[in-house]
């Protein structure tokens, strides 16, 4: 029978180790799985690579394992926020690298990834620092920038609903990169307010097909990342 | 048109202009800022829809305080509500709209535009500033029309429309109109175009604040 209902976040995140790659879903606060990113912290692996489009805010969730020191480099879009306090400190000091990827071409990136597709041409950064050192064909007159698809190790990642097959369903703008990171993973683990019965989700609303994840952990009440921020707490 | 006392036009003012040039049934994506305006701008008989590029066709006005939903925001992070009739989808089918030329319009704000519509928005390039550039470039590389609403000048004066950007640029060639507090400015093959003054400046003036050389294409039928 197939279950990938799991017990526990720490159970969840137990086999990532040193150096793996993690995507981690979300934009801002919302979609981002703070559990799961806990639990990462707890085990205190280092040298990750994480994908994400932001570095988190305060000093809980994402912005929590980057000053746990356990994040060596940040493949993003947009690293500096409102309450980004961690990230602007430790890249000043030369202690994390960062890849700045534009926001869709890091979509793309992840999505080709999960596709299979090793490489692709965009319009987007030509001529541009972002595209400085790519190759840069033209078709049809344009010229275009190649990037490569994108794959990790791990994605971690929040979802609304799951049922025991990993088909996922999403809540408003916290769908935003879970779905493609699902697919560009080799192991997808995903966060969800609440576990279903098979068909409790109508497969014609299944956004992330269950192919797509590995273990699914039931969080029925998630923290909410800015309240945290607000409150001034600090994890762990 | 209302303007303020000095004759120059309001940040209301150039969102009204930039709304009044969208047409009916179009597809627009707001930046941060100044271009949020436009929102509440758009005349009243036309229907607009608004993506936002983290998940969203089709927001909706500013929640009532207490009613915010922390997973219903916009690019900028802000509480946002969505219409009815609106669709949620994923960052990549949200890109592809923007990257496969299906929006129609990109309002963006603006660092520095130059003479033949090179944009500059993401970077001071300062060498401890934190590079960030979230989706701008994609936006000018695929949405079919780009404007820019801006000061006409920074906070000291210099002009913010020269012959060429300073500031790294997020994009060659991909301006096509811009909205100051002072003018309507085109981007054309023949150079900058001014179309439309603010009742307080006159194109000479208009030019000492502006980098780069003028056209003067207001339509003096009206």
Redesign the interface.
């Known amino acids: 029978m197939i279950n990938k209902i799991g017990v526990s976040a720490a159970e969840a995140v137990a086999d990532i180790g040193d150096g793996a790659s993690v995507m981690i879903g979300g934009?801002?606060?919302?979609?981002s799985p703070i559990e799961l990113i806990h639990a990462l912290v707890d085990r205190g692996v280092r040298n990750l690579t994480v994908i994400s489009?932001n570095t988190g805010s305060g000093r809980v969730g994402l912005a929590a394992l980057i000053a746990n020191g356990q994040v060596a480099k940040m493949i993003c879009?947009?690293?500096?926020?409102?309450n980004s306090l961690v990230?602007?400190e430790l890249?000043?000091a030369g202690k994390i690298a960062?890849e700045?990827?534009?926001?869709?071409?890091?979509?793309?990136r992840?999505?080709a990834g999960g596709a299979g597709i090793p490489a692709f041409y965009?319009?987007?950064?030509?001529?541009?620092?972002?595209g400085e050192g790519k190759e840069v064909r033209s078709f049809a007159g344009r010229d275009y920038v190649m990037e490569r698809g994108l794959r990790a190790d791990f994605a971690l990642v929040r979802a609304d609903r799951a049922d025991r097959y990993g088909n996922l369903a999403?809540?408003?703008?916290?769908?935003?990169?879970?779905?493609?990171m699902c697919m560009a993973a080799r192991t997808a683990i995903v966060q969800v307010r609440q576990v279903v019965e098979p068909g409790g989700i109508d497969p014609e609303a299944v956004?992330t097909p269950g192919i797509f994840v590995q273990r699914v952990v039931e969080v029925a009440s998630p923290q909410?990342e800015?309240l945290l921020v607000k409150e001034g707490r600090v994890y762990p | 048109m209302t303007a303020t006392t000095n004759g120059e036009w309001t940040r209301h003012d150039m969102a009204r202009l930039a709304a009044r040039d969208i047409h009916d049934g179009a597809y627009v994506n707001l930046g941060i800022g100044i271009p949020e305006l436009v929102a509440q701008c758009v005349p009243a008989g036309q229907e607009v829809i608004f993506h936002t590029e983290n998940g969203l066709l089709g927001v909706g006005p500013s929640p009532v305080p207490g009613s915010e939903d922390p997973e219903l925001i916009n690019a900028g992070k802000k509480p946002v509500t969505a219409i009815s009739g609106a669709a949620y989808f994923h960052h990549a089918d949200s890109f592809a709209m923007i990257r496969g030329g299906h929006l129609d319009v990109s309002v963006l704000g603006a660092m520095q535009v130059s003479a033949t519509g090179d944009l500059a928005n993401w970077s001071t390039g300062e060498p401890d500033a934190i590079p960030a550039v979230g989706g701008a470039m994609d936006l000018v590389a695929g949405v079919k029309r780009v404007v820019v609403l801006m000061e006409h000048t920074t906070k000291s004066g210099d002009p913010k429309i020269v012959a060429r950007c300073s500031y790294p640029l997020t994009g060659i060639r991909v301006v096509d109109r811009i909205y100051t507090n002072l003018a309507v400015i085109d981007v054309t093959a023949e150079g900058l175009v001014a179309r439309e003054l603010a009742p307080g400046v006159t194109f000479e003036n208009l030019q000492a604040k502006t980098g780069a050389p003028l056209i003067d294409g207001r339509d003096h039928r009206s």
């Open positions: 934009f801002g606060e919302a979609g489009n879009s947009y690293p500096r926020s409102a990230f602007p890249y000043r960062l700045l990827v534009p926001q869709g071409t890091l979509a793309e992840i999505r965009t319009a987007t950064a030509v001529g541009t620092q972002l999403y809540t408003k703008t916290a769908r935003n990169f879970g779905p493609i956004v909410q800015s």
